[in-house]
């Protein structure tokens, strides 16, 4: 597949064969990444081990399939035969843990894409589909799915909502942003959202949180990350009222929800996805190397320092003794945001087409995100902890989550566009099999260049299926221009 105009800078990971090349690699760049050079085998493996939470579900073993973006449902916000297709994939991944599968608007308005799943009364019965299909697929594999544990992350875009069209944003804000609201065309007199609108929101969540334990669902996800609504409210300290400046106020969304869902939705689990750090949003430089897009002391990234480059995680530790006060336990670890510094968020070595060529190794943004997240654990240690960023290791993705899992760093190891290509990973992996080369994402980016150009997302380069569409001509024409 070809890349495109874009020429790496840094070594592609297929290169750094053995653990020697890699560990001189790491020690080159001056990269701390802790890796196991030989892998646990069988039920001894990190990978292999279960988890029981508090409420006494099981969770069976190590391997977590993160949320990401569909963009291929109906215009109501039903699962199309593609979404059921992906997320029959991510059943027989071999992967206890569906943290959500993918992002399911809680209102029309709130969709990112006109094709984004949303959860009300009339898709009830669409959702339970979905589900049955997961635990049946599941089951039929691996013999039965009584330790997997299957969730939903309930989300609304914020300033990145696109409910009506591809191409046209009709963002809700939560206050004004030097950079963002410059970057995506909003005026200086755009509405800001109203304490009351908030308040409106929470219900939505409740209601969408009550049909997803009607569904079947475990547990919902609270979506705090990557810049929407969730998380752009954990950096609302400009905000006036009683969702903005103090930590008591950017939490309360999150605890009227939590309120709502144990008062309406008894025995369901409720989890957080959150960006544990952010920092200020990146642009295009020379040669197409990401630069900083604002200069100065920058105030509105949640877990960054005043530079804004520089992870802080003290306010993100203040939060996450809200999400403990509230006696949560499942919390997934993510950073940034795919819509204005990717690399910090997924680091790859080739960018999607709206993004910028990677201003540092992208190994350096994955042992980032793996510290940030075992400095979160350590902290934090009945948190049950998935971490993420792990797709960009690829041949060396089961050495560095072992050890990460061996030493405690986190309690389980998230994937994402890896499973788009090589769903079966995890059952790769537990049983010991190499792992099969010519399905591992080389992080080409066309899972998202191609929603950003008004297609569906899928794996171009490595899923034989989504070769086949006419996509696939079009984003080969796409990124040769």
């Given at each position: ?7 790496p800078q ?23 990444l ?8 069988g ?31 109906t215009t109501?916000?039903k699962?199309?035969?593609?979404t ?5 994939n991510?059943?027989?991944s ?7 599968c ?5 209102r ?14 009339s898709?009830?019965k669409?959702?339970?589909g ?7 697929s ?26 009506n ?35 409106e ?25 990557h810049?929407y609504?969730?998380h ?10 009683i ?6 106020n950017?939490?309360?969304f999150l ?11 008894t ?9 544990i750090f952010?920092?200020?949003p ?13 200069e ?17 995680l ?6 996450l003794?809200?999400l ?6 499942l919390?997934c ?35 980032r995100q ?8 350590k ?19 089961p ?39 010519g ?16 297609m569906?997302?899928?794996c ?22």
């Open positions: 597949m070809s890349t495109g105009k874009y020429k840094f070594p592609r990971i297929a290169q750094l064969k053995t653990a020697e090349q890699f560990r001189n690699h790491l020690k080159e760049q001056e990269i701390k802790g890796f196991d050079e030989e892998l646990i085998p039920n001894d493996s990190p990978f292999a081990k279960g988890h029981q939470l508090r409420s006494g579900k099981k969770i069976g073993n190590s391997f977590c399939i993160l949320p990401m973006e569909g963009w291929d449902g109501d916000g699962p199309s035969e593609l059921k297709r992906r997320w029959e991510f059943a027989i071999g992967a206890k843990l569906l943290w959500g993918e992002a399911v608007a809680v029309h308005e709130g969709r990112a894409n006109p094709n984004q799943l949303l959860m009300n009364d898709n009830l669409d959702f339970e979905l589900y049955q299909l997961v635990e049946k599941h089951a039929s594999r691996f013999g039965g799915a009584e330790d997997l544990m299957t969730g939903l992350q309930l989300t609304h875009s914020g300033r990145f909502c696109k409910p069209s591809k191409t046209k944003m009709e963002p809700k804000i939560l206050y004004r942003h030097p950079v963002l609201d410059k970057k995506f065309g909003i005026s200086e007199d755009y509405p800001i959202m109203s304490d009351g609108d908030l308040d929101l929470v219900e939505d969540y409740v209601r969408a949180a009550v049909l997803s334990q009607k569904a079947g669902f475990q547990f919902v996800d609270i979506k705090h990350c810049g609504l969730g752009e409210l954990l950096s609302a300290y400009d905000r006036s009222g969702y903005g400046q103090s930590m008591e950017r939490s309360r605890r009227e929800i939590v309120a709502g869902i144990r008062a309406e939705a025995g369901l689990e409720i989890g957080v996805r959150m960006s952010d920092w200020m990146f642009q295009k430089g020379p040669e197409e190397i990401g630069i900083p897009a604002f100065g002391d920058y105030k509105f990234a949640f877990g960054a320092n005043q530079s804004g480059k520089e992870t802080d003290s306010e993100p530790f203040s939060f003794e809200e403990k006060k509230l006696d949560i336990e919390l670890t993510t950073a940034g945001s795919p819509y204005y510094n990717p690399h910090i968020q997924r680091p790859a070595l080739f960018p999607p087409s709206d993004g910028y060529m990677p201003p540092e190794d992208p190994l350096m943004g994955v042992a793996i510290e940030a997240t075992a400095e979160v654990k902290a934090f240690p009945n948190f049950f902890v998935v971490g993420s960023a792990y797709s960009y290791l690829q041949e060396w993705l050495n560095v989550g072992q050890e990460v899992l061996r030493r405690g760093k986190a309690d389980s190891v998230g994937l994402g566009r890896m499973v788009l290509s090589y769903p079966e990973l995890p059952a790769d992996i537990l049983a010991g099999e190499q792992m099969k080369r399905k591992i994402c080389r992080t080409f980016s066309d899972c998202t260049t191609a929603p950003r150009n008004g569906i997302s899928g171009f380069p490595l899923d034989p299926f989504y070769k086949k569409m006419e996509e696939f001509t079009l984003l080969k024409e796409l990124k040769s221009v």
